[in-house]
Each structure stands twice: as structure tokens, then as C-alpha cells.
């Protein structure tokens, strides 16, 4: 996938160089906008690691049927829906006590 089309997926990273998010004042967006710098990253150097985290989106949905969630809805393309993933895994690994933080993507 282009970057320019991998851009496009993104809530919070437009290809800068460098983070616009005050690091103290927009913690949040800061955090969302590294994430997904890191996975577009990530997939233009191995375009299968986009396609495991699709994987997963359609395996959440399929293993879920009753739950209503970002990740059910239609409110954000599947790609982008995959980027909520990593980043949930990225929130796990690197800040274990505020993956909350997850159901704030798109919303700050």
C-alpha cells in the first residue's frame, strides 16, 4: 500500500517529520499520532504486517457479534481499525495502566 493511501487511514499522523502535539498538553494525541507513525512505518517496510492486524479486525468481529465498538462499527475504515489494534498492543506493552486510553482514539 502507497503511503499516501496509508496516510489516509490515519487520525492523527499526516506524514510530519515531527510530532505537532505539545508533549505535555496534547499527551494523548501525542501518543495516537507516534503509534501510528510507527505502523505506517512499519507496513511500508513489510506490507504484511498491515495484513495480520486486518486479520485480527475480522477475527474481532467475527468473535464478537454482539458487542457495538469502534471496531464493530462503521465509523472508521478497517484499516484504521487496524491501527486502533496496534495501537491497543502499543498502550499494552509501553503503558500497561492506561490502555483506557484506547477508547479515546478519534475523540481527542
Known sequence: MPNQDLLTLCHYYHGEDKCPFDSEKERVQGLFWMFEE???RHTL???TFME???KRVDNY???HP???NDLTSDRWAKGTKAIIMYSEDML???CP???DLIFQYGNV
Open 38 to 40: 510507527m505502523f505506517v
Open 45 to 47: 517496510h513489510d506490507p
Open 52 to 54: 495480520g492486524y486486518l
Open 61 to 63: 468481529k467475527k468473535n
Open 66 to 68: 454482539d458487542v457495538v
Open 92 to 94: 499494552q506493552k509501553w
Open 97 to 99: 495502566n492506561e490502555v
